[in-house]
């Protein structure tokens, strides 16, 4: 087949729906207690399935986003308005992020009767506010830099944070600390947020600011791969420059762990490279099957997943932290609606382990019946 691009790929509607699934299966296990190792995020350094979800998301919408600025050339530049846009999709994005934080303390306010003080405690940063911020640089860069300075700004971004992450020492742990509470990260992230605004008022924020400037890498790394395919021919060499190009990937980033170690709560400049080689994989599997041999079918209830990703990641998150406050059984063992569910409903039948995993395949598929319904009604909340 010979046929051009347009301005839309199915196989990354597709994509896009199978890391939104992943990300709502990772997410919501039965009991956190009894989850199997390849659906849980590595400790600290190495890899997991899991750790792929998230940077998989950022890849996606660098890679749409080729396809959306494409109508910008030398004499069309960038207007007002198209920065009022960006400025607007980034804010709600944000704010969503901080509503989802919010919303834990506002809850336990309601249910527990804990006080509203504590939302001047907020967490500020988390996966929204990283992908809004990874979104906006990243589409800042493409609207105002060549191609080879987005190439020049990735290599340096990723070389400098390894650099600064190895070298710049950190009052009272030294230099080329890599623990959770010694890195440069965290510590930045403890002078610009305040450990009031970390993720549970630690030391250490695994979506913090820092770390998401080698994130803005991940989106940039996916723009290139859209930027690509855009102008490719739709044959079965573009599905297998991506499987080469992901293969590079892999390698590249498996070397570098070994001098700056893979770690997704880090987002280190070889977990960029490695998981973007894993995306590519993915995608050039997704791209072959939909794209060039025109299989479709299979894809469709991942696409009606990814039609509406962001809206069922708030509202999948917001039930979940109301399911978390809601207690029943007696007051001398109570115990939240959540945890009641998965003990009184899947344990009994499937056992500690296997109850977990159908509890959070179950959770996929409630909010598939959710999300087809609308897919059926054509309603698409976009931001």
């Known amino acids: 087949m010979n046929h051009q691009q ?6 990354l509607d597709v994509f896009r729906g199978i890391a939104i699934a992943s990300m709502i299966l990772v997410n919501n296990p039965g009991s956190w207690d009894y989850v199997y190792p390849p659906l849980l995020h590595a400790q600290w350094h190495g890899f997991t399935p899991t750790d792929l979800v998230f940077p998989a998301f950022l890849f996606i919408a660098g890679a749409a986003m ?13 207007t007002t308005k198209t920065y009022w846009r960006l400025g607007r999709r980034v804010a709600i994005l944000f704010a969503l992020g901080l509503l989802l934080n919010g919303s834990s303390i ?14 001047a405690n907020i967490r500020i940063m988390g ?3 990283r992908i809004s911020l990874a979104y906006l640089l990243t589409a800042l860069a493409v609207m105002k830099l060549s191609r080879q300075g987005l190439w020049v700004l990735a290599t340096a971004i990723l070389l400098g944070y390894w650099a600064a992450m190895s070298w710049v020492p950190i009052p009272g742990y030294g230099i080329g600390n890599l623990t959770p509470e010694g890195n440069l990260a965290a510590y930045l ?6 450990t009031n ?5 630690g030391q250490f924020d695994p979506e913090g600011v820092f770390s998401t400037l080698p994130a803005m890498v991940t989106v940039l790394v996916g723009y290139f791969t859209g930027e690509w395919l855009r102008t490719q021919p739709i044959q079965s060499r573009a599905s297998l420059g991506l499987a080469l190009f992901s293969l590079g990937c892999l390698g590249l980033g498996w070397a570098w762990g070994l001098l700056f170690p893979i770690n997704k709560q880090l987002w280190t400049s070889s977990y960029v490279v490695f998981a973007a080689g894993w995306s590519l994989l993915l995608l050039a599997a997704c791209y072959h099957l939909i794209e060039v ?7 469709l209830p991942f696409e009606v997943m990814g039609l509406n990703g962001i809206f069922v990641f708030v ?8 399911l978390y406050r809601i207690q029943v059984g007696t007051h001398q063992q109570p115990m939240n609606l959540y945890g009641w569910i998965y003990k009184n409903l899947f344990e009994p039948w499937a056992g500690s382990m296997n109850g977990s995993l159908a509890f959070a395949i179950v959770n996929v598929l409630f909010w598939w019946i959710i999300l087809y319904g609308m897919y059926r009604q054509q309603w698409l909340i976009r931001v």
């Open 6 to 11: 347009s301005t839309r790929l199915h196989s």
């Open 66 to 78: 080729a396809f959306s600025v494409a109508k910008y050339t030398k004499d069309n530049q960038p």
């Open 106 to 119: 506002v809850l336990d306010w309601l249910f527990k009767g804990s006080p509203l003080s504590e939302l």
């Open 127 to 129: 996966v929204l506010q």
């Open 189 to 194: 992230d403890r002078v610009i947020l305040g």
């Open 197 to 201: 605004h970390i993720y549970q008022q």
């Open 293 to 299: 041999m025109r299989i479709r079918h299979w894809g």
């Open 315 to 322: 509202i999948s998150g917001f039930v979940v932290r109301i």
